[in-house]
């Protein structure tokens, strides 16, 4: 246990003193967030990711040691534990190199080899190795009775126990697991019942594919992996570079036998004089060489079955296990990276939103929030099918967004979003004095959080159905405060999340939010209970005791109050602290991310400036001419020094972006829809080790591959763009059966050949829609037809004139339908 530190100091290239610092404080109670952000003195200036890494590689190597130690003592009560074998368990520096180690002393259920040990055959096995010059079946002969019948039996029972032998070799074992993974491939094929199966094509790329274990992304090994698990493809992992060589010359058919298999005639009589070199290497282990005498023959047998009897089988079980290893660690980090990137989107801020979640034959749900997010009016609108009550819906959506000042409409961009999109847009054009903005609004995890029991605690009187409307119109209030109510993995940010282990997703997850909830600070007297349990140091009792003492007492004036909150003591509040403000509180220092415990610093600042906090705070002027390493101390260092300043400058101040949205085209609504060529605007909602998706507005996104990017190379997507971005993107190739839009970043880009281009007129839009609706909307005329096609339709006549998506209406409307939703809603 005392090397831990300085292991974990090698990885990441810290001093030792920094990691034991660190695991100290780790071990006392306190969070990440808080070392990173009040312990920089402690630690060296360790930051999160680092301690992070820290944190993760602690608790392997601990478990490590744990297990290291209970090998030891098992072996040690079979008597076996010899110095060298003590050594080696010692030098063991992972759990895979200590499991081949332990594997020969392991309790094993009865084998092969066991059975021929008890029937006296072990001296056989080793005569035969030590000797090649003896005839195998006369040295049989020697050891047949009432167990062991004839010299075939005698000779099958040696080689069990040398196949056995080798295959426990855990040096052997280890030099052809790492030839394996650099050289093996992964190879998979299509199973002829699926070849021509509809719901299989989506999988066709890996009809027939092959690539190195070592290149093998991690978004194509989880697809290989879903597609078996979906009877699509057979997945073989082969230990050859290439299939037609070695392998194929040796009869090996680039598989090992399954226990279920037996031994066929292709493993067991292989063509004489050719072997692998996973061959060679175990007979080179054990000095095995074909020198012309009697028992080599017998013994470069046994080689052979012992690779393909058992150590492939082996070697293969432990290729699928790192693959998928890799892979799962891999696709959390993307989700962790893109769950970082929604938490920390943009916050519209503090504006009445009204929140759309969008139906068909269910309706439009429609709940309206104020600045603070409280609820204060819902109702359900059925502007689409069946009973395409459009009119009714503008005139409903009209009366609540007067009626409350209505400044935002977040939609949601599920199951008609676009059509609802176009009814916000309607709404826009027959109130421009109200200056609402439309932004369509991810819903992903909107349902999980209206069935949470968090949710009927939190509106009671509300029908599930309309909560969702809240959460959406809550989460363009404030993203971060409103994700933190859902299940980290339920909010669809993730590539093959519903394949990643349970464990590590939710544990990788839960770091980024809390990573994230400190890294902005949290309103103690607004915070939710489910916000406040994702601060450092508080737990979810106590995150229900601080909401209950706030209602029962009102709202807390200064962090020193959380004292009367019960059972949160001393370590709770020195943890959290420094991540709670208090907005319009009695210390103007509580709206600050400075902890309590530096104020005493804050009164040398105060008395250096001859001014008091209020005149202090917010004064660069002040605050520039004074020098942070004048007020360090033996207790805070010029790192905490240094972060005070800062805060003093900007107190509370929000990390997150400003606040900006897409526009969606007019004129493009579904796949059908896009033409190669258009340039269109989109937000990005995902990244993933191979590119972004884009969504552009037609209810499925588009991939920005990582080779249409930029116009250099790039290593990882998130160097250009991140989860949230608004972007300009062109329209390469759209596959509309399979749901595939392929996008460019670079809109200099010209699309494939014979890919089509946009039709005549349609200027990166939809074509012309000629003549007027009979309800008097803008008609939905032709398209040009074909690819590169010639729209004949012009402009609709009976259409109003608005504002694009997203943005502000711009005129009157001048419709009749318009006009008599005004009048409907007593607004003309």
């Known amino acids: 246990m005392a090397a831990i530190p300085a292991r974990i100091a090698e990885d990441l290239e810290v001093r030792t003193a920094q990691v034991s610092a660190a695991v100290a404080l780790l071990d006392e109670g306190s969070t990440v967030p808080f070392i990173a952000r009040y312990r920089k003195e402690v630690t060296g200036g360790l930051d999160d990711a680092q301690l992070r890494t820290l944190e993760e590689r602690l608790g392997y190597l601990r478990e490590l040691e744990e297990r290291r130690a209970a090998v030891i003592t098992e072996i040690a009560k079979q008597d076996k534990l010899t110095p060298e074998l003590q050594a080696s368990i010692f030098a063991a520096d992972t759990k895979a190199r200590l499991e081949d180690i332990y594997l020969p002393f392991k309790p094993k259920r009865r084998t092969k080899a066991m059975i021929a040990r008890e029937n006296g055959l072990e001296p056989l ?22 167990q062991v019948a004839d010299t075939k039996a005698a000779l099958d029972g040696a080689r069990a126990i040398l196949v056995e032998r080798f295959g426990e070799d855990a040096d052997l074992i280890g030099t052809l697991r790492e030839r394996m993974w650099k050289q093996g491939r992964l190879v998979t094929r299509v199973r002829e019942a699926r070849e021509n199966d509809p719901a299989a094509a989506k999988f066709s790329d890996y009809f027939d594919f092959s690539e190195s274990y070592a290149s093998l992304p991690s978004h194509r090994t989880m697809a290989v992996l879903r597609a078996e698990k979906e009877d699509v493809i057979d997945v073989t992992l082969s230990p050859y570079a290439e299939e037609t060589t070695e392998a194929r010359s040796s009869g090996e058919l680039a598989r090992p036998l399954a226990p279920s298999e037996g031994v066929s005639a292709r493993s067991a009589q292989p063509e004489a004089g050719v072997v692998t ?38 070697l293969e079980l432990d290729m699928r296990t790192r693959i998928r290893a890799a892979a799962e660690e891999a696709a959390i980090a993307v ?21 759309l979640d969008p139906g068909i034959r269910t309706g439009v749900k429609v709940a309206v929030v104020d600045a603070t997010g409280k ?122 999340q519903h394949d990643l282990p349970e464990y590590g997703l939710s544990k990788s997850l839960d770091a980024v939010v809390e990573d994230c909830v400190n890294g902005v600070g949290v309103d103690l007297n607004t915070a939710s209970a489910p916000l406040l349990r994702r601060v450092s140091g508080i737990t979810e009792s106590l995150a229900t005791a601080i909401v209950t003492h706030r209602d029962d007492n009102g709202p807390f004036r200064t962090r020193k109050e959380l004292a009367k909150v019960p059972r949160l003591g001393p370590k709770a509040f020195e943890q959290a602290a420094g991540f709670l403000r208090i907005r319009g509180g009695d210390d103007p220092l509580d709206v600050s991310g400075v902890h309590p415990e530096s104020y005493p610093v804050i009164n040398r600042i105060l008395e250096r400036a001859s001014a008091d906090i209020g005149s202090l705070i917010g004064n660069a002027g002040v605050l520039k001419s004074l020098e942070p390493a004048e007020f360090v101390d033996e207790t805070f260092g010029l790192p905490t020094v240094t972060d005070i300043f800062a805060e003093l400058e900007k107190p509370g101040r929000d990390p997150r972006p400003e606040f900006r949205t897409a526009t969606f085209s007019d004129s493009v609504h579904v796949i059908a829809d896009l033409r190669p060529g258009m340039v269109l605007e989109g937000t990005v909602t995902n990244v993933a080790a191979f590119g972004a998706f884009i969504d552009i507005g037609v209810h499925q996104d588009g991939l920005v591959h990582i080779s249409a990017m930029s116009d250099k190379f790039v290593e990882d997507p998130r160097d250009v763009v991140r989860s949230g971005d608004v972007v300009r993107v062109k329209v390469l190739e759209v596959d509309e059966p399979r749901k595939r839009i392929s996008l460019t970043l670079r809109l200099s880009d010209d699309a494939p050949a014979g890919a089509g281009a946009p039709a005549k007129g349609e200027s990166g839009g939809r074509s012309g829609r000629p003549g007027g609706r009979p309800d008097g909307r803008s008609g939905g005329g032709q398209r040009g037809q074909g690819r590169g096609g010639q729209s004949k339709g012009g402009q609709g006549k009976g259409g109003p004139k608005g504002g694009k998506g997203g943005g502000r209406g711009s005129s009157a409307p001048a419709n009749s339908a318009m006009a008599d939703a005004l009048r409907r809603a007593g607004l003309s």
């Open 277 to 314: 070199d996973y061959e060679r290497s175990i007979a080179a282990r054990f000095g095995i060489v074909d020198s012309g005498r009697p028992g080599d023959k017998w013994l470069g047998e046994t080689v052979r079955w012992a690779w393909r009897t058992r150590i492939l089988f082996r």
């Open 375 to 496: 609820v204060v009016d819902t109702s359900t609108v059925y502007p689409h099918e069946p009973r395409r009550d459009w009119d009714g819906a503008l005139a409903t959506l009209a009366t609540l967004a007067k009626k409350h000042s209505v400044d935002l409409i977040a939609i949601g961009n599920g199951t008609a979003s676009r059509e609802t999109d176009k009814l916000a847009a309607d709404l826009l054009k027959l109130l421009p004095d109200l200056k609402m903005t439309k932004v369509m609004v991810s819903e992903a995890g909107a349902s999980v959080y209206s069935a949470s029991a968090y949710a009927s605690a939190e509106l009671p009187d509300l029908d599930v159905s309309l909560r969702g409307a809240v959460s959406i119109a809550r989460r363009l209030q404030d993203p971060l405060a409103e994700l933190v109510k859902i299940e980290p993995k339920s909010i669809g940010v993730g590539q093959y």
């Open 125 to 146: 096995a080793d005569a035969l190795m030590a000797d090649p010059s003896l005839e195998p079946a006369v040295e049989a002969e020697k050891f047949l009775g009432d």
């Open 335 to 355: 989700f962790a990276d893109n769950l970082r990137d929604l938490l920390l989107a943009a916050p519209a801020g503090t504006r009445a939103t009204m929140g």
